[in-house]
Nanobody, 119 residues
Framework: EVQLVESGGGLVQPGGSLRLSCAAS????????MTWVRQSPGKGLEWISI????????WYGRSAKGRFTMSRDEASKTMYLQMTGLESEDTAVYYC????????????WGQGTQVSVSS
């Protein structure tokens, strides 16, 4: 079974920054996509970004708002989400997801990491 371990969440003041990490336990991430989503109280799941691991191409959703940057470390099979200019509306549980489009029938998800933006 695939395990995704997220870290890096916490409490930050408005305008602050955080970097989230997500390490995947798969032997290889060839033919994989990895993604970040978030969920805040009273809101549905909100998509942030996704990366095609083969090509490194990244797409961002509206919630990224030009303040979030996704990146990866291929050797450690870890992806990151650098968040800057954080606002109270960014308070949410952030989840990373993984999908091998050749062998998986559904996405795998991490346990989530809480990000709280408050003064």
């Amino acid at each position: 079974e695939v395990q995704l371990v997220e870290s890096g969440g916490g409490l930050v003041q408005p305008g602050g920054s955080l970097r989230l990490s997500c390490a995947a336990s798969r032997f290889s991430l060839v033919n994989n996509y990895m993604t970040w989503v978030r969920q805040s109280p009273g809101k549905g799941l909100e998509w942030i970004s996704i990366i095609n691991w083969n090509s490194g191409q990244i797409w961002y959703g509206r919630s990224a708002k030009g303040r979030f940057t996704m990146s990866r470390d291929e050797a450690s099979k870890t992806m990151y989400l650098q968040m800057t200019g954080l606002e109270s509306e960014d308070t949410a549980v952030y989840y990373c997801g993984n999908w091998n489009y050749v062998v998986d029938s559904s996405w795998y998800w991490g346990q989530g990491t809480q990000v709280s933006v408050s003064s």
